[in-house]
C-alpha cells in the first residue's frame, strides 16, 4: 500500500517538467502548437467583427474588439507561407497570443484542445520543414505520429510581415 502511495506524490513532481501546448490545424496539412504561456484564449470569430483595413499584408485580416481592446487579426498560415484558409467561412476560429503587452489574434483552420511535452522532446526544425517556417518555429515534436511545429509566439508578434516601419 505505501509503494502505491509513493508512485503516486512522485506524478505530480513529473508534471513540473513538462508544458502545456494548444494544438491546433493550420491547414490540412500541418498540425502546430503554441505555449500555454502565451495563449489568452481561443475564440469563435463572427467573419463581420473583424474590420479590414485598407494597404496591409494579405496575411492581416483587420482589427477587432477582444475584451475591450482593439487588436490586430491575422491568418496565421498565410503568414507563415501555407495554404491559406476558405475565406467562405462565416465564422474564424482565432487564437490569442499575448508576449508581454504585444496582444495579437491569430486565424487557423481549426483548433484540437491541449497537449503536454517534455521541452527536451522539441528537435530542430531544420530539414523537417520549408525553410521559410523555420524562423518562427521553437522546433518540431513527433507525437502520436505526427509532427507538430512548435511556434515561437515571440517570433511572430515580431514579424516583419507584421510592422510598418
Request: contains cysteine; glycine residues 4%.
Amino acid at each position: 500500500m505505501t509503494s502505491t502511495n509513493i508512485t503516486l506524490l512522485s506524478k505530480p513532481i513529473q508534471n513540473n517538467l513538462v508544458d502545456g501546448y494548444l494544438k491546433f490545424q493550420l491547414n490540412q496539412q500541418t498540425t502546430a502548437v503554441l505555449s500555454m504561456k502565451h495563449t489568452q484564449e481561443a475564440i469563435i470569430v463572427p467573419i463581420e467583427s473583424i474590420t479590414s483595413m485598407p494597404n496591409m499584408p494579405s496575411c492581416i485580416l483587420g482589427l477587432m474588439n477582444w475584451r475591450s481592446r482593439i487588436i490586430w487579426v491575422v491568418d496565421l498560415p498565410r503568414m507563415l507561407n501555407l495554404e491559406s484558409l476558405d475565406y467562405r467561412l462565416r465564422q474564424y476560429n482565432a487564437l490569442i497570443i499575448r508576449v508581454e503587452s504585444l496582444v495579437l489574434g491569430l486565424v487557423v483552420q481549426e483548433i484540437k484542445g491541449t497537449t503536454k511535452f517534455a521541452a527536451d522532446a522539441i528537435h530542430s526544425p531544420i530539414g523537417q520543414v520549408a525553410s521559410s517556417l523555420v524562423p518562427y518555429l521553437c522546433g518540431c515534436v513527433v507525437q502520436q505520429e505526427e509532427i507538430l511545429l512548435v511556434l515561437d509566439a515571440q517570433a511572430i508578434v515580431q514579424s516583419s510581415i507584421l510592422r510598418s516601419d
